[in-house]
């Protein structure tokens, strides 16, 4: 063991313990150390066991992992369909009536989608992807409200070989054109519009906004939704239900390769252009449907929610093909936690009787906020299980969380992963591990994973760099056309072993704690967004001459942006205008929180901007060491000013 102090402070310990209540362990799929046991003594085959177990192949693999570091390949040369997993096995079992879906419009409107429905839907729309020319291997992007023609439309990605990428409907003109460019797709699924804060947010009209500069995309299917005028281009733009009003209602699974990329997810890297992480079929879902199944403790009569969008990975992997691949029924909800009211998810919650809740802790931090008298306006004792993504969850808020959601009788459980590891690595298992508010205790059976020192040298207690040790059937096969940044970006700092990026450190009983992510991204509300992009999209202000932008803490958000901005000479642009500008340019949830204008930016004598002193000032701190500061004046200046704004708050 090394010594470790410097590597990151581990300053907070947190000794209240919440074990498995005896009633809970009786029903529980999992107690005890069986699974952990089983894992240990051989991890490659425990995950056959589940990929068996879990899915239904049209052929075995040969190799369970075959991995040439750092690329890896799960069960090599079996074939299965992903779609088929999620669906037609469970008609076939005579499992057609029971519910896929509860969708919940945010007006109030409602719809209940069978597994029947759900597999008819994806037969039909997979024709008409066939019909406008997709094959296997092509790539379709997607950018869609919160409504199950989502889901519909990766399922008939996924039944017909073809991949997708889905970019968040909250994402801009301009990150949409890249994204698309980036993949080459050529087919585009949107909608008009959707709902969002009791109002239509216009889709279609963005989307033809990006359209202008794709070259590759030949057809645009429209969901209608909002109900929003919309421009139809002729010959390109095609309304869903016409479509599917003349589709083939058959539409055959095919096998396909475990190794068939199963889709593409743009994900915010350090320099600027977002990364499309691939990711796979056979280990993909083997991966997300043993979580799901597990973390969940999911039983049949299950009602199960999870509140992300299908625009990131936990839509993905825990809306779409976890849930789905194990016959869940599920809530979808469309719109926003406070429309009409500011109860509307703990009225959705006693509505459908949910019995597993999902969600993240910028939620948390806001239903804290907005007071306990809400969620107590409902029945919620339906609850069994509450789990937590995206950010560290603060004690407060898991002791909130566990108290007034959960009737202090549910077990929580806070699982870390990334877009990266495709489903959930390190999480309690409800009916096994006794939690401690914060923690997210220890790594999941079958996932190898070290913190470690700056050299690389394994801690057993305190704080350091989170790594994995070994390669998991969810892992990303790598980025989309740039197998050198993959190497380099995941692989590259620590020989041998995956990076999660991430700070961690272990506690006297080996349970992990999550510090955040030890490099420039930020995690505002959940979502990684890069300290660059946001730079870059300031400075494409004809105003703005350079930019810095640093995360800081923030009571409800996790972390808020906060710019530095230095104008060209004689200019001047309002605050809230330049905010604006950065949504149109990379997305809303990308807007400052604050702009700070500023004659000089803190910059080391080399001419490097001192990020981490810009968060020192934007969190109130004391400055540390300033010695490297090429005119300490500057820093004097912004602390000023950003005593000042806190005081207005
Ligand atoms: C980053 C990944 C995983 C789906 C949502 C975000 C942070 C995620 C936790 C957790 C502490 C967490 C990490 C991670 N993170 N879950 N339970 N505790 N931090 O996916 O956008 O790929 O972000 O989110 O920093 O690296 P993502």
Excluded at 568 to 585: I, S, Y
Aim: proline share 5%; with cysteine.
């Amino acid at each position: 063991m090394s010594d470790s102090a410097n590597t990151i402070d581990a300053l907070q310990w947190e000794n209240r313990r919440f074990p498995p209540s005896e009633e809970f362990k009786q029903q529980a799929l999992v107690t005890g150390t069986f699974m952990y046991d089983d894992a240990a003594a051989d991890d490659e085959g425990f995950w056959a066991r589940q990929a068996a177990d879990l899915l239904d192949w049209n052929s075995e693999w040969s190799t369970i992992c075959e991995w040439n570091l750092p690329f890896a390949k799960w069960f090599v040369g079996g074939t299965l369909n992903v779609s088929y997993n999620c669906l037609d096995r469970h008609v076939l079992a005579g499992r057609g009536d029971k519910v896929a879906f509860h969708w919940e419009g945010e007006p109030g409107d409602s719809r209940t989608i069978t597994y029947a429905d759900l597999l008819a839907e994806t037969q039909r729309f997979a024709n008409v992807l066939k019909g406008l020319g997709v094959t296997t291997g092509d790539r379709v992007n997607i950018y869609l409200p919160m409504i199950p023609e989502a889901a519909v439309a990766m399922l008939a990605c996924a039944r017909i070989g073809a991949a997708h990428s889905v970019v968040f409907g909250g994402f801009s003109a301009h990150s949409l054109r890249d994204r698309i460019n980036d993949a080459e797709a050529k087919v585009l699924i949107t909608a008009d519009g959707g709902y969002r804060r009791g109002e239509v947010f216009a889709l279609k009209p963005v989307a033809d906004e990006a359209l202008a500069d794709t070259p590759s995309i030949t057809d645009v299917v429209v969901v209608r939704r909002g109900g929003n005028d919309v421009e139809m281009q002729d010959g390109r733009d095609h309304w869903y239900h016409d479509l599917m009003a003349t589709a083939d209602a058959d539409c055959p699974a095919e096998p396909m390769d475990s190794e068939q990329l199963l889709f593409l997810l743009y994900t915010s890297g350090t320099t600027g252009k977002p990364k499309g992480i691939m990711h796979t079929s056979g280990g993909y879902l083997t991966q997300v449907a043993f979580t799901h199944k597990y973390v969940f403790d999911l039983h049949d009569d299950d009602v199960y929610w999870c509140t992300a969008d299908v625009g990131w990975i936990t839509g993905h992997s825990y809306i779409v093909y976890g849930p789905l691949a194990n016959g869940a029924t599920q809530v979808m909800y469309e719109g926003v936690p406070n429309f009409p009211g500011n109860d509307r998810f703990w009225a959705i919650i006693a509505k459908y009787g949910v019995t597993k809740f999902y969600t993240a802790p910028t939620a948390i931090r806001t239903f804290m906020k907005w007071g306990t008298q809400e969620p107590a306006k409902h029945d919620l004792s339906s609850l069994q299980v509450l789990g937590s993504v995206g950010e560290p969850i603060n004690p407060e808020a898991w002791m909130w969380y566990h108290e007034h959601i959960g009737g202090g009788r549910c077990p929580i459980v806070d699982t870390w992963w990334q877009t990266e590891t495709g489903g959930v690595m390190i999480s309690p298992l409800p009916g096994a591990t006794t939690t401690k508010p914060g923690s997210a205790t220890f790594p999941l059976p079958g996932i190898g994973m070290e913190v470690v020192d700056e050299n690389g040298a394994r801690i057993e207690r305190g704080g350091g760099y989170l790594t994995l040790t070994r390669p998991w059937p969810s892992m990303l096969r790598g980025i989309w056309g740039d197998p050198q940044r993959y190497a380099e970006t995941y692989w590259g700092r620590f020989d041998g072993r995956y990076f999660a990026g991430d700070g961690a450190k272990l506690d006297d009983d080996g349970y992990l704690w999550l510090l955040g992510r030890v490099d420039d991204v930020m995690n505002v509300s959940g979502h990684r967004i890069s300290t660059t992009e946001v730079e870059s999209a300031l400075v494409a202000h004809p105003s703005v001459a350079e930019a810095a932008v640093v995360g800081a803490n923030d009571a409800t958000t996790g972390q808020a942006i906060i710019a530095y901005v230095t104008l060209r000479g004689g200019a001047t642009v309002d605050e809230q205008d330049l905010r604006q500008f950065v949504g149109e340019e990379i997305g809303h949830i990308a807007k400052p929180k604050t702009i700070y204008f500023t004659q000089e930016l803190p910059k080391t004598r080399s001419g490097k901007i001192m990020r981490r002193l810009l968060r020192d000032v934007a969190e109130g701190r004391n400055l540390g060491d300033t010695s490297t500061l090429a005119d300490a004046n500057v820093v004097a200046e912004l602390q000023r000013r950003a005593a000042e704004t806190a005081s207005e708050d």
